[in-house]
């Protein structure tokens, strides 16, 4: 992992709002709640954003990990409205990418927030993944006797 950026660097993403955006919880559970885009379609683009920073740091070797999330959503963004998200870098602690957010719509604040990624090696972290999975699969049952 390199950082060649010091606190208060940007990085900016586009996002044009699209109707599967839109806050709802499926057929099942109510179908749409509201035509505006959802805070947990919100903060994908957050950490996108953000995750701009981790893509110049990282080495082939490693990977970005999200570690945290928090969104104050301030006011709606329509479909076909440009959500222009712009992602502070805060603090790097050892591997760990602090980054506030911003997303707003022309002068419309839409949301704050902050997000938290650690770059760890790609093979570290493949092997945590397996070894929790490994404890969470069911025992085998034994086999039958003959």
Avoid at 32 to 49: D, I, P
Avoid at 69 to 87: D, N, W
Wanted: negative net charge.
């Amino acid at each position: 992992m390199t950082n060649p950026f010091l606190p208060g660097a940007t990085k900016t993403h586009h996002y044009a709002v699209q109707p599967e955006d839109f806050a709802g919880f499926g057929p099942g559970a109510g179908g749409l709640v509201h035509s505006v885009l959802s805070t947990f379609a919100l903060g994908r683009e957050m950490e996108w954003a953000a995750r701009l920073f981790v893509l110049e740091m990282k080495a082939a070797d490693e990977e970005g990990i999200g570690t945290e999330l928090t969104i104050r959503h301030h006011a709606p963004a329509f479909a076909g409205e440009t959500l222009v998200l712009t992602a502070t870098f805060d603090a790097l602690d050892g591997a760990n990418l602090r980054c506030a957010v911003e997303a707003r719509v022309g002068p419309r604040l839409v949301a704050t927030g902050h997000t938290g990624q650690r770059i760890v090696s790609r093979a570290r972290l493949a092997a945590r993944f397996a070894a929790l999975q490994a404890e969470a699969a069911p025992p085998h049952p034994p086999a039958p006797l003959a």
